[in-house]
């Protein structure tokens, strides 16, 4: 069964659901039959790809709140993080345009590196404070999940993944996706925000269940005999 997230990763939130969803799903008894899509989605596509300003000093621009209740937020979501193992230094990180790590995400997931690569741009940006869209940055991260570091770039020269990025954003439209994080199951169920794992649970349950009836599992009643493996054992 596919679940499919859109996700930026630029919000705080989008870290703490995907670490919620992993409790849910690693708990889960049909995990193995689990697929998970990666979908791109930009909360701010006007940010500039240099960094020049502090995530308070762009929080109170952008939401109009006074810096002293912009740092009380994030110190709330700083605790949140905290709460499911995650640490946050939204005072060091570099406010930056993400459609460059989007490109990433996309090459990656072509790779079956997606959740990989999601989980590395989420700790380089608010654990470690580096600037995601800078592509030597990139490049280095994509070698540490296992990327091919010849064919790395090609992830910013071929167009094919900036389309896939805004093919994705038009996908949440369509679908009236204006918030993230937000997980689609099956495309008939959906989980929105950065929910307590619980809730992730019944939705895998629910749409499992329903899944599961439409895509019966195959069991062979099988006679054995000598065979050979794909190991080359031959008996």
Request: aromatic share 12%; charged share 30%.
């Amino acid at each position: 069964m596919k679940i499919e997230i859109w996700s930026d990763v630029m919000c705080p939130f989008c870290y703490i659901g995907k670490r919620n969803f992993e409790t849910a799903l690693e708990q889960f008894a049909n995990k193995d039959d689990i697929e998970i899509v990666w979908k791109s989605f930009q909360l701010d596509p006007s940010i500039p790809e240099i960094a020049d300003e502090s995530y308070l000093d762009y929080l109170v621009k952008r939401k109009g709140m006074s810096p002293g209740q912009v740092a009380g937020m994030l110190a709330n979501v700083t605790q949140s993080a905290k709460e499911v193992g995650l640490e946050y230094n939204l005072d060091k990180s570099q406010i930056v345009n993400s459609f460059k790590a989007h490109r990433f995400i996309q090459f990656a997931k072509e790779k079956k590196l997606g959740t990989e690569m999601e989980e590395r741009l989420f700790r380089a940006f608010f654990t470690e404070a580096k600037n995601i869209a800078d592509i030597e940055t990139l490049a280095q991260l994509g070698k540490e999940i296992g990327l091919d570091e010849n064919e790395l770039k090609t992830a910013f020269t071929d167009d094919k993944y900036a389309y896939q990025v805004n093919q994705d954003i038009q996908e949440a439209r369509t679908l009236g996706i204006s918030g993230v994080p937000f997980f689609v199951f099956d495309r008939k169920f959906a989980v929105s925000g950065a929910q307590p794992p619980q809730a992730f649970s019944e939705t895998l349950g629910k749409s499992f269940t329903e899944w599961r009836k439409l895509n019966p599992e195959t069991k062979l009643e099988v006679t054995r005999g000598q065979s050979c493996s794909i190991d080359g054992a031959c008996e």
